[in-house]
């Protein structure tokens, strides 16, 4: 009896093993400092990561579909800064400046798509030279000039980013809802069993006759949609846009999404992961804020914070803590 309670222990921690390291984490910090786990502070704590978090929920269909998408950050500054400019064209205002930046948020992600997709050509080179050419677009189109909302109490756009129902941050309800919506699609329907056949072997898959093409495309199209989503929030929280302020966010989310257990090698991830890499993130920042380190100390502490986490998820799927092969 005990023996198959340590086994049906076992099986849980192997395919858990992020959510223990998360569960031990907040418990270390709770008590380091018990204001960690006030309800405010975890609210906040969300709150803040939702734009990172519903980017990262896009690139994990990507990372599955075994490709990387690094121009989810020069494109989230693109979505701010075009949303805020057509928010303030007379012949626009806010009804039609958001279908219409989605609209051509969306075109970016099938370029990504077509290349990628269809083309075949590496994901690493194509990503990385659209987040210098979406960069370069959006410096541009903003003529290298920030955006703001002039007339801000004159306009109901602030609802995405401020906004609250039933007494839940709006930022926060989209995150989880957009979350439970692509985590039903990824595990529950064919299309989401098509994007882990592609991104597990895209050669069987094909012989299969899974339109891999098809698939890729889609990926990119989900991460654009995100990104717009995310854009759509951080222009609306703070009225006002850089024209660099998703730069470098490319890693966060990628971090994210492999702190959450999706293989860079594809075919295998979850979107309730890629949430608790997300959590993580912002949880590890927040700590480190509440108990007074400097920030570059949370640099260092951040990394070993991911590390023991990434070890102690891998160490339950294996059984071992240390590979056997050494």
Not at 185 to 210: D, H
């Amino acid at each position: 009896m005990a023996d198959q309670a340590m086994k049906s222990l076992g099986s849980v921690l192997a395919r858990q093993g992020i959510l223990v390291a998360f569960i031990l984490f907040m418990v270390s910090f709770t008590l380091w400092n018990p204001r960690f786990i006030d309800v405010d502070n975890v609210f906040g704590v969300i709150r803040s990561s939702a734009i990172l978090g519903i980017m990262a929920l896009g690139v994990t269909f990507v990372v599955i579909g075994g490709n990387l998408d690094l121009s989810v950050g020069s494109m989230l500054s693109f979505s701010a800064i075009v949303v805020l400019d057509l928010h303030e064209n007379p012949a626009f205002g806010p009804a039609l400046a958001i279908p219409a930046m989605f609209a051509m948020t969306l075109c970016l992600g099938a370029i990504n798509g077509f290349l990628i997709g269809y083309l075949r050509l590496n994901s690493l080179i194509v990503t990385l030279g659209m987040l210098s050419a979406i960069h370069g677009l959006t410096l541009t189109y903003s003529g290298g000039q920030n955006m703001d909302i002039a007339n801000q109490n004159e306009t109901w756009f602030d609802v995405f980013g401020r906004g609250e129902a039933l007494g839940i941050p709006i930022p926060v309800l989209i995150f989880l809802l957009l979350a439970a919506f692509l985590g039903i699609v990824l595990a529950k329907t064919p299309f989401g069993r098509k994007v882990y056949a592609v991104g597990g072997n895209g050669t069987a898959a094909t012989f299969s006759g899974i339109p891999r093409a098809r698939v890729v495309f889609m990926t990119y199209l989900i991460s654009a949609f995100c990104v717009a989503t995310a854009g759509l929030i951080q222009a609306s929280r703070t009225m006002g846009a850089q024209n660099t302020v998703g730069q470098g966010m490319e890693l966060e989310v990628l971090a994210a999404v492999i702190l959450g257990g999706a293989s860079l090698l594809g075919g295998s991830g979850t979107i309730f992961k890629t949430v608790i890499g997300v959590l993580i993130l912002g949880f590890i920042q927040n700590g480190l804020l509440l108990a007074g380190l400097e920030f570059y100390v949370q640099f260092v502490v951040t990394w070993i914070i991911i590390i023991l986490a990434v070890w102690l998820d891998i160490a339950t799927k294996r059984g071992k803590l240390w590979s056997p092969i050494a």
